[in-house]
């Protein structure tokens, strides 16, 4: 979504030098007014326009039955939510988007990228009688359900409703079967889609917790076979999991740090404990260098362990 500033705006501004009396200056500020009420009104019509073009386009593909159209697809919405988060006004108008059925993302994605395989028996021979060809879907390939994933994440990170959509679509279960069937591209973008459905959602929260979500994210981290950056993945995982639920004894998963101290030991449990109840600095970069930083401790002290 390229948003360009429209040509009626410039000069929106703009007042006459040499108001003539108090009088005409009063109506001229007058006259300013309405006209920049005008231009704002105008102009997020016109956001509202591309945004929801833009949605409908990305949306299309991504309904489509090949995943190379998918994959186009996902990654054109992919690239419009990264254009809403520069914006808090977009950010409002694109919330206001997912109230409208069709053009809400969560449900299409776990109906065509990050739906489960299912059994491909042919328990029909009706198609071959009748006039009416087969429908033939190409299944989800790696690169498409990682998309899929990252636009998941950035629609409940902008969008936190919109865990109770992924919530219907069981989605806590089907990440659950990605993060413990996939590959590490697969498994990286699915913990990070995962921490942002969870964040203030109790039924997900439930279903993580019914799935046995810690044990599985602390197998993978134990497993020094496993690829060191998905180790590292896990760690923050546990450490922004533990951040958040910290304090909330009504959480459905506030027992998580005991259930770390059982999977990981006491050492490695300490230390996600202690990262947590420290404030993170503002600037985004450093919390990111942060977060690295501890989990790559935590890492150590499980394999001294």
């Known amino acids: 979504m390229y948003l360009k500033k429209p040509i009626w705006s410039d000069g929106a501004s703009a007042t006459p030098e040499n108001p003539s009396g108090s009088e005409n200056g009063e109506d001229t500020d007058a006259a300013t007014m309405v006209v920049e009420e005008l231009v704002t009104s105008l102009n997020t019509q016109r956001l509202y326009r591309e945004l929801t073009l833009s949605l409908r386009t990305g949306l299309r593909d991504a309904c489509a039955e090949f995943s190379f159209l998918r994959i186009r697809g996902l990654r054109s919405l992919l690239k419009t939510l990264r254009s809403i988060a520069e914006s808090d006004s977009i950010i409002r108008l694109f919330s ?21 395989a299912e059994d491909d028996r042919v328990t029909s021979l009706d198609h071959i009688f009748s006039v009416e060809p087969m429908k033939i879907t190409s299944p989800s390939t790696d690169d498409e359900v ?22 219907k679509h069981g989605a806590v279960r089907v990440m659950m079967n990605i993060l413990s069937t996939r590959g590490v591209l697969e498994q990286g973008a699915c913990l990070d889609a995962l921490i942002s459905i969870l964040l203030d959602s109790s039924a997900n929260q439930v279903d993580f917790g019914a799935c046995n979500g810690i044990e599985e994210v602390a197998m993978l981290m134990r497993d020094k076979q496993a690829d060191e950056n998905l180790r590292l993945r896990c760690g923050e995982f546990l450490l922004l999991l533990v951040g958040h639920v910290n304090g909330k004894d009504r959480s459905p998963i506030a027992s998580v740090n005991e259930d ?40 150590e002290s499980l394999d001294l362990y």
């Open 96 to 116: 206001h988007t997912q109230t409208i059925s069709d053009l809400q993302l969560v449900p299409v994605l776990f109906r065509h990228s990050l739906k489960e």
């Open 146 to 167: 990682a998309v899929a994933l990252r636009v998941l994440e950035g629609c409940c990170l902008l969008h936190p409703q919109s865990t109770v959509l992924a919530h």
């Open 260 to 299: 770390i101290r059982r999977l990981l030991g006491e050492k490695s449990a300490s230390l996600i404990w202690a990262a947590s109840q420290f404030g993170s600095t503002g600037d985004p970069e450093q919390r990111i260098t942060a977060l690295h930083i501890q989990a790559g401790r935590v890492l």
